[in-house]
């Protein structure tokens, strides 16, 4: 899997539903979009981006997410070039950041050690980053978004980091969130296993020792419908659940419980 970086200028393109798609990727877990990828025409399905923001104040790194499409042309995104065409690829973002109202990953941060040799400053989308670099940079926005509260604000119903198994204190990030605890995800993962419930799918086995571990957790009960504190018992009350089983599930205002999900994915 090769690592890319797609640009974002807000002097040539203002992102005027910004605010919006953010929401959308809060609330679904991701978003689905298309973006340019300049003259690059070698990406293919399944590889890793990051979109970094450039031209003003302040610059960085906004997002992360992979590729759902190889290169394709349609017309330009530059309304000044209406006559002209631009190379696009589908992608999938799983976290989309605010740069006005939110921290981002600054310009200023990429800087360090393999980071120097990538080209951050060229406006051109699409470029490729070296894989000393895209380890280095995963890394960084990892320890990044944990340092600024910014993991597991996608799923409202994923499990993430607080200090205790007492859930269901709602807070403001950008939408109502209820607060997680990661004791309760590792107690949920080591007694049932980090195998979809659902589906079955596990990513160690697709992905090698790098997806080792790697689940989303869910509540049976959601805790929009508790509404109050109580205390989570992580092996009755949480299931381990991929990204794509656990969006399904939270796909329409009343949650499908597991069950109902695998009779779907049985009858397919």
Same mark, same amino acid.
């Given at each position: 899997?090769? *690592? =890319?970086l797609?640009t974002?200028?807000?002097?040539?393109?203002?992102?005027?539903?910004?605010k919006? #798609?953010?929401?959308k990727?809060r609330? #679904?877990?991701?978003?689905?979009? #298309?973006w340019?990828?300049?003259? *690059?025409r070698r990406?293919e399905i399944?590889?890793?981006?990051? $979109?970094?923001r450039q031209g003003?104040?302040?610059?960085g790194?906004?997002?992360?997410?992979?590729?759902l499409?190889t290169?394709?042309?349609?017309?330009?995104f530059?309304?000044?070039r209406?006559a002209?065409?631009?190379? =696009?690829?589908k992608?999938? $973002?799983?976290?989309l950041l605010?740069?006005?109202?939110?921290p981002i990953l600054?310009?200023?941060?990429l800087s360090s050690?393999?980071?120097?040799n990538?080209?951050w400053?060229?406006?051109?989308?699409?470029?490729s980053?070296p894989?000393?670099?895209?380890?280095?940079l995963?890394e960084?926005w990892?320890?990044? +978004?944990?340092?600024?509260g910014? +993991?597991?604000?996608?799923l409202?119903?994923e499990v993430q980091?607080?200090?205790?198994?007492w859930e269901?204190?709602?807070k403001?990030?950008?939408i109502?969130?209820?607060? /997680?605890d990661n004791?309760?995800?590792?107690a949920c993962i080591q007694?049932?296993?980090? $195998?979809?419930?659902a589906?079955g799918?596990e990513?160690?086995?697709?992905?090698?020792?790098f997806?080792?571990?790697y689940?989303h957790?869910?509540h049976?009960v959601?805790l929009s419908?508790?509404?109050?504190s109580y205390?989570?018992?992580?092996?009755?009350?949480?299931r381990?659940?991929c990204?794509?089983?656990h969006a399904?599930?939270?796909r329409?205002k009343?949650?499908l419980?597991?069950?109902? $999900?695998? /009779?779907?994915i049985?009858?397919?």
């Open positions: 899997m090769r *690592t =890319y797609l974002w200028n807000p002097k040539r393109w203002r992102w005027r539903n910004l919006e #798609q953010i929401q990727t609330t #679904q877990g991701f978003l689905e979009r #298309q340019s990828c300049g003259v *690059t990406i399944g590889e890793r981006i990051f $979109l970094l003003e104040e302040p610059k790194i906004i997002g992360s997410g992979v590729t499409s290169p394709f042309e349609e017309s330009h530059d309304s000044k209406a002209d065409t631009a190379w =696009y690829i992608v999938r $973002l799983d976290v605010d740069p006005i109202e939110e600054s310009r200023s941060a050690k393999n980071l120097l990538v080209h400053d060229t406006p051109a989308s699409g470029n980053i894989p000393e670099a895209a380890s280095e995963e960084l990892a320890t990044f +978004l944990r340092e600024h910014l +993991l597991g604000i996608t409202a119903e980091p607080t200090a205790a198994f269901g204190a709602t403001r990030i950008s109502n969130a209820y607060e /997680r004791h309760a995800r590792k007694h049932h296993g980090a $195998l979809c419930a589906c799918f990513f160690s086995k697709f992905y090698g020792t997806g080792d571990g689940i957790v869910h049976l959601p419908s508790i509404g109050k205390v989570v018992d992580p092996i009755k009350d949480l381990p659940i990204p794509n089983c399904m599930i939270h329409q009343v949650p419980s597991i069950e109902e $999900l695998r /009779r779907i049985l009858r397919r």
